[in-house]
């Protein structure tokens, strides 16, 4: 169950909840199928990089056309070395969060719901000033369909020409992205099955290579670097959100400790999370909790249901959400 581990966060502002991604239970009558999922898309893209000795440094991504709300806004950094890690906003005023950071801060993923839409701006700031100018470099992604609630992440660091992270399963559809920095060490050539992002600084340092998974499997987000040099890669899945248009019956008995509409929860990170129950979006999110260990979960429900060990109640135990209509 750990492998399907999922975080409740935001959602579309026409929710204005807190949502948790759903997981598969084909064994089950009625439970949510492949066929509730919409695959991931990806809406652009675009990148920028600078060289700079300025406090702080600043590196701002246009997107050439509006942003949609809903999508998620995907932004991987590359820092120079172990230097300070920037702080990512936009001009709309999303939220975004660190995902996932390399060894030695070469490389990060951040990520942000849109809760408005329109022209969008990105900017990292670095918060740290060198006595010689460093390179910085940014690259954006908005991506369609899927949920940032339960990303899955993964990281690598080492030096030589091959690049990889340890080893991430996914499910199908989701977005794929690896962010990967080197010291200077040429071309960039993306591994089977991804595309490599258009390097438009110019710096030559970094770059993304992405995918949209067509079925559920697992990667180590291989590529190829021209020269033997010092690199890092930090890599990101993100699901696919379930659909609007799933038509999926309510199961009556699931036992626990049913959560009402808006309440909270810790995770075993301190992260305070909101349960999603309720009549929303045209059906029904609902959640509980089941003090104790993962056995304490019914059977049927280990059998793929998304859910996040955490504490509730004074109790610790696993927080299970599912939607149906």
């Known amino acids: 169950m750990s492998s399907l581990r999922g975080k409740f966060k935001s959602a579309a502002a026409t929710l204005g909840l807190s949502l948790l991604m759903l997981a598969i239970i084909p064994a089950l009558g009625g439970i949510p199928t ?4 919409t695959a991931a898309s990806l809406v652009q893209q675009n990148n920028a990089g600078t060289f700079s000795s300025s406090v702080p440094a600043l590196v701002t991504v246009t997107l050439s056309s509006p942003v949609t709300t809903g999508d998620v806004l995907v932004v991987g950094v590359e820092t120079p070395g172990a230097y300070s890690l920037p ?4 001009s709309l005023g999303s939220t975004f969060s660190r995902i996932v950071t390399t060894g030695g801060n070469f490389a990060s993923i951040y990520t942000a719901t849109l809760t408005s839409g329109g022209t969008d701006a990105i900017t990292a700031s670095f918060p740290t000033g060198f006595a010689l100018a460093s390179d910085f470099n940014v ?5 369609a369909g899927v949920t940032a609630a339960s990303a899955s992440t993964s990281s690598g660091a080492g030096t030589g020409t ?16 690896g962010m990967v920095a080197h010291d200077f060490g040429g071309a960039v050539t993306a591994g089977a099955g991804f595309t490599l ?21 697992s990667t180590t987000f291989p590529a190829t670097i021209a020269s033997s040099v010092q690199w890092g890669e930090a890599a990101i899945a993100l699901s696919p959100a379930p659909s609007a248009t799933s038509s999926l019956p309510c199961p009556s008995t699931l036992g626990g400790t049913y959560m009402p509409l808006g309440a909270t929860f810790k995770d075993t990170y301190g992260n305070t999370w909101v349960a999603p129950s309720g009549n929303l979006g045209g059906g029904t999110w609902s959640s509980y909790f089941f003090a104790g260990p993962q056995a304490s979960v019914p059977p049927p429900m280990q059998q793929g249901w998304a859910g996040d060990f955490g504490t509730y109640g004074g109790q610790q135990g696993w927080i299970i959400t599912f939607y149906c209509t």
């Open 34 to 37: 492949a066929s509730a999922f």
């Open 197 to 217: 992002s258009p390097e438009n600084s110019g710096i030559g340092v970094s770059n993304g290579e992405y995918s949209v998974a067509a079925s559920a499997s």
């Open 87 to 90: 702080t990512v906003t936009d």
């Open 139 to 143: 690259f954006v992604y908005e991506v």
């Open 162 to 177: 091959s690049v990889s992270t340890s080893s991430m399963s996914y499910t199908a559809g989701s977005f794929l992205l």
